[in-house]
């Protein structure tokens, strides 16, 4: 599968090898596919902003979250991306976007 995965953790830019790529892209893709509304991802932007909220654009398409997927899709990438090089301090906004 061609893939193109971007990681932004406080407006900079993460680097990713294959492995973190491929976790990223599969743990990502397996909590939006169980979400109401979630077709087969082609392209897909979460996004977490300074305040704690959560967006999800799957295909073009936002996805609605309630409380409890916004939290859980939170401290899940938040986990994911905290021990990567090049992240210091308090994760304050992410921005991943997966083309597949």
């Known amino acids: 599968m061609t893939r193109n995965i971007s990681l932004s953790v406080n407006d900079t830019p993460i680097k990713l090898d294959y492995f973190v790529a491929g976790y990223l892209d599969h743990v ?4 939006v596919s169980s979400l109401k509304g979630a077709d087969a991802i082609k392209n897909l932007e979460l996004n977490i902003d300074e305040d704690g909220n959560v967006t999800i654009n799957l295909n073009g398409a936002d996805i609605p ?7 859980i899709v939170k401290s899940t990438v938040e986990g994911i991306v905290a021990p ?8 304050n906004k992410v921005e991943l976007k997966i083309e597949r």
Do not use: P, R
């Open 28 to 31: 990502t893709g397996g909590i």
């Open 65 to 71: 979250l309630n409380f409890f997927a916004t939290e």
């Open 84 to 91: 990567l090089k090049g992240i210091e301090g308090a994760i």
